[in-house]
């Protein structure tokens, strides 16, 4: 199990007995969840630190921030690093600078990794080596989903204040694909760093040669290879959704679980929690989990154990949404 804390630190443990493996001091503010894949660990942390390297976090003595080396990156360079590092011990395999903090985490495939930012760059990395990818200013506003040789993600449409999904070819941004539907893009309900942080965007996943997007107050299923709107359903300001067995799992912001029938988005099933919601849940063997804005953790069994198979966000320690 990885664990980032806000204050600084990734975790790794033992999943049955809570047992620290190894640590490391990364830097404040720490946002971004870890990804996880080919037994790697991808994760973001602040680059004003100017560290070469990462300190293990010694548990028995003081814990006090590393100082910041005299040549580290001044404010108006690179602002974050990307790591990469060995999933069993914590070894740093490579680092990279990018512009600015990134959208939710890093999301990775078999062989490569990456990263939208605030700063409305996209980035691709190899994961073996580091090798630059990609690297172009397209306005993101999700995590991207890897999908074969391309990369869908949601962005806002040029001179615009609405969103739309689009796919490029991995490698050269070359566009291929972008949705008919769009919407408002929805932005947190206050400007605090904290909803900055929980913003995911019209993030889509990929679903049997289908689309999954949430925009704007509406959910979606679209044509993978045309953009066209199989079916809609109107639910309010929504949430990310995921695909739980029999049933596509969406919360909205105003604290709502529903589950719609994937061939034609009909609702099957409605919750209400009575507290408004900005992630979305975790759903396995029958039971929905979801973290309310007042801080409550709330487990709703569905009684139906065919809904199930979205653990974590993006589906898979890799976070890609593609099933």
């Known amino acids: 199990m990885y664990v980032n804390t806000e204050s600084c630190s990734l975790f790794a443990l ?9 640590s490391l001091w990364l830097g404040d503010p720490l946002p971004t969840m870890p990804t996880i894949a080919n037994g790697r660990v991808f994760t973001a942390y602040p680059a004003g630190n100017g560290l070469e390297i990462l300190p293990q976090i010694d548990l028995s003595g003081p814990r006090f921030a ?3 080396a005299e040549n580290g990156p001044i404010a108006a ?4 690093v990307l790591a990469c590092l060995n999933a069993k011990t914590g070894q740093v395999n490579w680092l990279r600078w990018i512009d600015q903090e990134i959208l939710s985490c890093p999301v990775a495939d078999n062989e490569d990794v990456y990263v939208a930012t605030f700063g409305g760059i996209l980035y691709g990395f190899r994961q073996r080596d580091g090798a630059l990818r ?14 074969d040789q391309y990369v869908l993600y949601s962005r806002v449409r040029p ?9 490029h070819r991995k490698t050269d941004n070359v566009l291929v694909l972008e949705t008919t539907v769009r919407a408002a893009r929805a932005w947190p309900q206050d400007s605090g760093a904290n909803s900055a942080y929980v913003y995911q965007g019209s993030r889509p996943l990929f679903w049997d040669g289908k689309i999954l997007a949430s925009l704007g107050e509406e959910v979606h299923c679209l044509g993978a290879a045309h953009g066209m709107s199989y079916w809609s359903q109107k639910v309010g300001r929504a949430l990310p959704p995921a695909v739980a067995g029999k049933a596509v799992v969406v919360a909205t ?3 709502e679980i529903l589950l719609l029938h994937p061939g034609h988005g009909e609702p099957l099933k409605k919750y209400a929690l009575g507290e408004t ?18 801080g409550k953790l ?4 569905t009684g139906d154990a065919e809904i199930t198979a979205w653990p974590c966000w993006g589906s898979q320690a890799h976070r890609n949404s593609v099933l």
């Open 14 to 22: 033992n999943a049955t007995t809570g047992r620290q493996i190894w």
């Open 66 to 68: 590393p100082r910041q």
């Open 77 to 80: 360079g690179p602002r974050r």
């Open 134 to 147: 990609l690297a172009v200013k397209s306005y993101p506003t999700s995590a991207p989903v890897l999908v």
């Open 159 to 167: 001179n615009t204040n609405t969103e739309t999904i689009v796919a």
């Open 253 to 255: 912001m105003r604290g």
């Open 277 to 294: 919601l900005t992630f979305p849940p975790a759903v396995q063997d029958g039971k929905i989990y979801v973290v309310t804005n007042q």
């Open 298 to 301: 709330v487990c709703i069994k």
